[in-house]
């Protein structure tokens, strides 16, 4: 009876352990082509970074870097996303990205200054894990996204593209939804002033979801990762897709109520593309 229940709560540890550490190789395993393996001469003509976090890194979310690859294989493109980092983060690697010379320079990042404000617990892992030198808020981030924009647009000639933000959760009507949208409208207001190129990624996943969002849906938790661990361990342990993982959340485009599914990483890639594709190389 003893080892029965030894058994028991070891199998239980080791389920609760094992999604946390899959989920922390794959958080810290670099992404394919990002700028430190950036060779110009051996790069095509027309390069891209991609700069961001997660979402970008694309390996807790579905790849829409992947997607623009497969799409524009004329072009080269740089993944600049890391996982877990802020506005602020991005603002002090912003070398690396100049150091590569880009034709064009995408800018996804924000999520987690949003997440940072709606759990005290989520600003602690970001000031441990990532340096964070304050409180997070609204007003910071605006300073860190127009000091990141001014420093990129002086060190560069490229193009400078602001993509506002995914969702968080899919419940239109919740605070974390409503402040993902108002992180997107600082995003907006600041490639105006900046005068760089806006693409709507938060004003079109949210048409989307008014009309789709399922009342069933998993209910985020700011507080906790569960979510995240599990939907890391079915796609890499259990290969399951991310637009499967998503439909077992009840979910649309997100898969654990932050990171993307296929469908959400490819209208972060169309919007992208269609960009690309009106303002080529030669025009610009």
Not at 27 to 45: D, K, V
Not at 188 to 203: F, G, I, M, S, V
Not at 250 to 267: F, K, P, Q, S, V
Request: hydrophobic letters at 40%; charged letters at 20%; aromatic letters at 8%.
């Amino acid at each position: 009876m003893k080892n029965r229940s030894f058994l028991t709560i070891l199998i239980l540890s080791l389920l609760l352990f094992f999604p946390s550490c899959c989920s922390l190789y794959m958080g810290n395993r670099p992404a394919a082509g990002n700028p430190s393996t950036f060779n110009a001469e051996e790069a095509a003509g027309t390069v891209v970074v991609n700069f961001g976090d997660s979402i970008t890194h694309g390996v807790l979310s579905a790849d829409y870097v992947g997607n623009l690859r497969d799409e524009f294989p004329e072009y080269t493109f740089i993944n600049a996303g890391v996982n877990g980092e802020l506005a602020w983060n991005l603002l002090q690697r912003a070398d690396d990205v100049i150091a590569c010379d880009p034709d064009y320079i995408t800018i996804l990042a924000g999520s987690n200054d949003v997440l940072a404000t709606l759990s005290p617990m989520r600003m602690r892992s970001y000031q441990k894990k990532h340096g964070i030198p304050v409180e997070a808020n609204i007003s910071w981030y605006r300073e860190n996204l127009e000091a990141l924009v001014d420093l990129l647009k002086t060190g560069t000639e490229a193009d400078i593209v602001l993509l506002s933000l995914p969702p968080v959760g899919e419940d239109p009507e919740s605070l974390p939804y409503k402040r993902a949208a108002e992180y997107s409208a600082v995003v907006r207001e600041t490639a105006e002033a900046r005068d760089c190129a806006y693409l709507p990624l938060n004003e079109e996943m949210d048409t989307i979801l008014k009309k789709k969002a399922k009342p069933e849906a998993l209910p985020f938790d700011p507080d906790s990762n569960s979510a995240l661990y599990r939907a890391v361990l079915k796609h890499y342990s259990f290969n399951r897709s991310w637009n499967d993982i998503s439909d077992s959340n009840h979910l649309t485009l997100l898969t654990d109520n932050i990171h993307l599914n296929e469908e959400g990483a490819a209208l972060v890639s169309g919007l992208i593309g269609e960009y690309l594709i009106s303002h080529p190389p030669s025009v610009r």
